[in-house]
């Protein structure tokens, strides 16, 4: 059984940064898992933001935040990243992440077996 929490949510401005971080903790062997982060606005479906290999070496990223956000890992501890820059109110929403322990990387939530509760991001205009 994996365990993921994130941390690093909060309220900010518009154009402001924020870096979200999710550790990883119980079973298995972090450095093996897909991973990947996925947000959820009120009254929205969940959607994908980004995903990453196994070994850290891919990196995939929907449209809505390719070149503003940054999807990292660190295998030796255990912890997945997510850095937000130039944040716009539409990135409001509760943010998180999953872990995939069969496939390489994927973009689809079906294909992730562990998720974290979620941390609140907020964007102010």
């Known amino acids: 059984q994996v365990q993921l929490v994130e941390s690093g949510g909060g309220l900010v401005q518009a154009g402001n940064s924020l870096r979200l971080s999710c550790a990883a903790s119980g079973g298995g062997t972090f450095s093996s898992y897909a991973m990947g982060w996925f947000r959820q606005a009120p009254g929205k479906v969940r959607e994908y933001v980004a995903a990453i290999s196994n070994t850290g070496d891919i990196q995939f990223y929907s449209d809505s935040v390719k070149g503003r956000f940054t999807i990292s890992r660190d295998n030796a501890k255990n912890t997945l990243y997510l850095q937000m820059n130039s944040l716009k109110p539409e990135d409001t929403a509760v943010y998180y992440c999953?872990?995939?322990?069969?496939?390489?990387?994927?973009?689809?939530?079906?294909?992730?077996?562990?998720w974290g509760q979620g941390t609140q991001v907020t964007v102010s205009s």
């Open positions: 999953a872990a995939a322990t069969i496939v390489v990387i994927t973009t689809n939530p079906r294909e992730y077996e562990y």
